[in-house]
């Protein structure tokens, strides 16, 4: 019986595991990544890492992407980043 439960324990986090490493991914739709591919380079220098779910000062002017009003784009310390408008959280790093 303990064997059964450990075994299936495994299983489980076999199954899981891989789901939960993604869980902060967001897909963003393949004409934002276009558009911002696009757009010239001129960096912004930030103190500290570029890292998805990392937010940004207040004073980092953003970008609009047209037709997308949730996101914005910015390139931060030769990053170029989307970010969530309404709270200034990265969600993608090209």
């Not at 739709?29 to 779910?53: F, H, L, N, Y």
Request: glycine fraction near 4%.
């Amino acid at each position: 019986m303990r064997m059964v439960t450990i075994k299936s324990a495994a299983i489980a986090a076999l199954l899981f595991a891989p789901a939960l490493a993604f869980a902060d991914t967001v897909v963003v739709e393949p004409d934002v990544d276009t558009w911002v591919m696009e757009q010239p380079d001129t960096s912004v220098d930030v103190e500290g890492d570029v890292v998805v779910g990392g937010s940004l000062p207040d004073s980092v002017k953003i970008l609009e992407v047209p037709k997308h009003d949730k996101y914005g784009y910015v390139v931060i310390n030769k990053k170029r980043v989307i970010v969530d408008r309404s709270t200034h959280k990265i969600i993608k790093v090209y």
